[in-house]
């Protein structure tokens, strides 16, 4: 199986992580019960890898770059994201 490039947002990743898995394993990650902090954690790596994967191609003479940088950004804000949603709310006077 040849990857295919595609952009690294949720929604359009999708479609592809469902068609690598043959669609079965994919709706394994729709059952009830799983844990939500596991799932957290995969996210989390995934969003780094997405971040660390493009950095590394643009520290060489990757031609296209912007694409690279594009998905960097995205991947960045999204673990920035998760961040924030983990973190309890301090009480006041809390440090």
Known sequence: MVA???PAGDDQLAPVIRAA???RQY???REPGLDP????L???AKH???VAGPLRLLDGDYPDREPMLSIAEYNTQQVLA???RSQPALR????
Do not use: I, P, T
């Open 21 to 23: 898995l043959g669609g």
């Open 42 to 44: 995969y996210r989390l």
């Open 37 to 40: 902090a596991r799932l957290n």
């Open 48 to 50: 780094l890898s997405l």
């Open 27 to 29: 709706r394994m990650l």
């Open 92 to 95: 006041e006077g809390e440090v």
């Open 4 to 6: 295919k490039r595609v």
């Open 82 to 84: 998760l961040q924030q």
